[in-house]
């Protein structure tokens, strides 16, 4: 069963609009958050992550807004740009062992 | 510069044969981790290490085996028993600290022939 659901396997977005990515979790012992950034046969880059004891996390153009009542969280891209093709991963960790992956939304900005 | 390191970038394999993938970091970090990407999927957790010569196993460990007998390194075997061994293989390490984020290597892509 997966612990951590990204739903739309790619999402296609105007550059200059914002791009919103979804995941959702079923299990409540996730206390830590993360998005991560991948490129093909490249390592994951990490983006941004959140807390559950916060809300919402914000660096330059990137936002995270966590729903911990609706196991929801949403990373936020404005304005999106070219460069930010890629594929998003979240994951979240729930104790001292690894994290728990999503299945990945593969991002495309057009022109 | 501070980073982690994997090699091979590609590494080829007769079916049978054990293989090992190295991982070392010069981040000081005290945990490492190993994971597997199949295409289409996420990541999935082999093997973790939170301190020198410890180590646990994660969701997929059959066929797998790690050491830790430096801070540095962690590398891992595939073994003969693993069943599908062909696939992407990430090594990730994390500072100590309260929600600290892992941060990867560039992977080693594992091809059985």
């Known amino acids: 069963d997966q612990q951590v659901k990204q739903n739309s396997p790619s999402l296609s977005v105007q550059e200059g609009r914002i791009s919103i990515l979804n995941c959702d979790y079923t299990?409540?012992?996730?206390?830590?958050f993360l998005w991560y950034k991948k490129y093909p046969a490249e390592g994951p880059t990490f983006l941004i992550s959140i807390s559950s004891i916060k809300d919402k996390n914000e660096d330059g153009r990137f936002t995270v807004f966590l729903n911990k009542s609706a196991k929801h969280l949403s990373l936020h891209i404005v304005p999106s740009q070219p460069g930010d093709s890629a594929v998003y991963f979240c994951?979240?960790?729930?104790?001292?062992?690894?994290?728990?992956f999503g299945k990945g939304t593969h991002l495309i900005i057009q022109p | 510069d501070g980073g982690i390191t994997q090699s091979p970038k590609y590494l080829f394999r007769k079916e049978g044969q054990n293989v090992t993938l190295s991982c070392e970091q010069n981040?000081?970090?005290?945990?490492m981790y190993w994971y597997r990407q199949d295409p289409g999927q996420g990541l999935r957790l082999i093997y973790y290490?939170?301190?020198?010569?410890?180590?646990q196993k994660g969701d997929i460990a059959e066929g797998y085996s790690v050491s830790r007998e430096k801070k540095e390194s962690f590398p891992l075997t595939v073994t003969s028993a693993q069943k599908n061994p062909t696939a992407f293989y990430l090594c990730a390490s994390m500072a100590r600290g309260f929600d600290q984020p892992q941060h990867f290597g560039d992977g080693t892509r594992l091809s059985i022939l």
């Open positions: 299990n409540s012992m996730f206390d830590y």
């Open positions: 981040l000081n970090h005290d945990a």
């Open positions: 290490s939170q301190i020198v010569n410890d180590f």
């Open positions: 994951a979240a960790r729930g104790g001292a062992d690894g994290l728990t």
